[in-house]
């Protein structure tokens, strides 16, 4: 055993638990995610600490109340936005106070009250060209508490008295006293590098380079475990050939296995992690009338690309994901200060499309999907509608593109879809749903 390997086997549940924390809530405190999670942390802590960062390359920091866990990135993911309470992801807006806001709470003191907070931040971002923060604008007021609300959630601001919310309406009856939790303020802003002297978002992936053998293979192994459980699914196309030479091993397995008590499957396209004890923060299949309307979705697409009797979906060489992280690294660094140097030209991705991906040696074409349109998209929600109407709301009966368009995200977080200009590419973990059939629960009334 290379993991837990001091561990007992009388233990062995409660650490795999520990690792699954960690892993879900990279940051934890007294309160975040719950009153317990830091106990179960700290119960583990010394093997938390040496087996995190030997699998993962990650680094596993305790301050006093709260436990960070420093991820190592391998490249830029948008799909994992911050939110606020009704789940909305953080806009520009949000994302700077949220920033303005740890800078000013590193230079208060043990409390501070929401009315001082906002005054320091829109004194900052006053001197921001195109932010500012107008405490009469109630657009500015709900996209400042919304960051507070994320740091309260967390537990780096701590209420003591009155609310948020109240001041959000009227700021002038409204109020909120909070103590700030040092140790917590100081685990979440924790740049890995001196944010002044970066000029690229590249520069916060960077890593030493290896120099010799054995690093690298310990290197890719490490981006192989990340990538398994950092990602719903990996398709060996979209990785380096050293990674995928990992996921096709028989260690890696058993070495996730070992360590957060779920099984990997692997089929010849790529491998998932099985989440059957809650470890990712969302599940697909799930419940909702979004995740309710992508399986159904999911099984129509299924017959529509693999149907050997009907007529045959076009097929389409699949997007290269280095042009894709080349555009999102573009996007990032067009944010840029005016005074900075800028390589965005230097990021574009100039490589053969026809040998693009992470491909085998042996294999010279890029992979080719099945292309389904966006009216078969239309057509197939339609139908759903009509099928089922009983499981979904009016609201989804009378805007039914928006269902369509919440599903088709949903399919192509976890992989499944990739969308294209005019419809979208159909992946293989869509093949697990082929036959799938579904039924609708008739209400009893009593």
């Known amino acids: 055993m290379r993991f837990a390997a001091e561990v007992s086997e009388l233990d062995l549940a409660d650490y795999q638990r520990a690792v699954r924390l960690v892993l879900r809530h990279p940051l934890i405190t007294a309160a975040y995610p719950d009153e317990r999670a ?54 520009r807006q949000r994302y700077a106070y949220l920033a303005l806001c740890l800078a000013a709470l590193g230079r208060a003191g043990i409390q501070t009250t929401v009315s001082e907070l906002a005054d320091a931040v829109s004194a900052d971002a006053n001197r921001i060209g195109g932010l500012g923060l107008d405490p009469d604008s109630g657009a500015d007021r709900r996209a400042f508490v919304d960051a507070v609300a994320w740091l309260e959630e967390r537990g780096v ?24 939790a040092r140790d917590a303020l100081v685990a979440l802003f924790h740049p890995p ?30 981006a192989a475990r990340r990538a398994v459980v950092e990602s719903p699914i990996v398709y060996f196309s979209d990785i380096d050939p050293a990674v995928a030479n990992h996921l096709r091993g028989t260690v890696l397995p058993t ?4 360590l957060t008590g779920l099984r990997v499957e692997r089929r010849a396209e790529g491998v998932l992690l099985v989440d059957t004890l809650g ?81 085998d040696d042996a294999e010279t074409e890029p992979a080719r999907l099945p292309f389904v349109t966006d009216s078969f998209l239309r057509e197939a929600v339609a139908a759903i509608l009509q099928r089922y109407g009983s499981a979904f709301g009016a609201a989804w009966h009378a805007d039914p593109d928006r269902l369509r368009v919440e599903a ?39």
Do not use: K
Not at 51 to 78: I, K, M
Not at 322 to 333: K, N, P
């Open 38 to 91: 830091l106990i179960r942390v700290r119960r583990f802590a010394a093997e938390l600490r040496r087996d995190l960062a030997e699998a993962f390359g990650y680094r596993l920091e305790l301050h006093g109340s709260s436990a960070r866990l420093v991820r190592t990135a391998d490249q830029l993911t948008p799909d994992r936005p911050a939110t606020t309470h009704n789940g909305r992801p953080f806009d």
């Open 408 to 446: 088709v995200e949903l399919l192509t977080r976890f992989g499944a879809l990739t969308p294209m200009p005019g419809g979208v590419l159909v992946r293989p973990l869509i093949g697990r749903y082929r036959g799938t059939v579904a039924r609708v629960r008739q209400r009893t009334l009593f």
């Open 255 to 258: 070495d996730l296995h070992r």
């Open 157 to 180: 601001l701590r209420l003591a008295d009155g609310s948020s919310a109240s001041w959000a309406s009227d700021p002038t009856a409204g109020e909120a006293l909070y103590d700030i």
């Open 279 to 359: 470890f990712s923060v969302e599940r697909f299949p799930g419940t909702g009338s979004v995740a309710q309307a992508a399986v159904l979705l999911a099984v129509d697409l299924a017959e529509r690309a693999l149907d050997p009797d009907g007529r045959r979906a076009r097929r389409m060489p699949a997007p290269d994901p280095r042009e894709r992280q080349a555009a999102l690294v573009a996007a990032a660094d067009a944010g840029l200060p005016a005074a900075a140097p800028s390589f965005v030209s230097d990021l574009e991705y100039t490589g053969d499309p026809e040998n693009a991906g992470g491909t």
């Open 193 to 222: 590098r001196v944010l002044q002297h970066v000029d690229t978002v590249t520069a916060l992936l960077e890593r030493s380079a290896s120099t010799s053998g054995n690093a690298e293979r310990r290197a890719a192994a490490q």
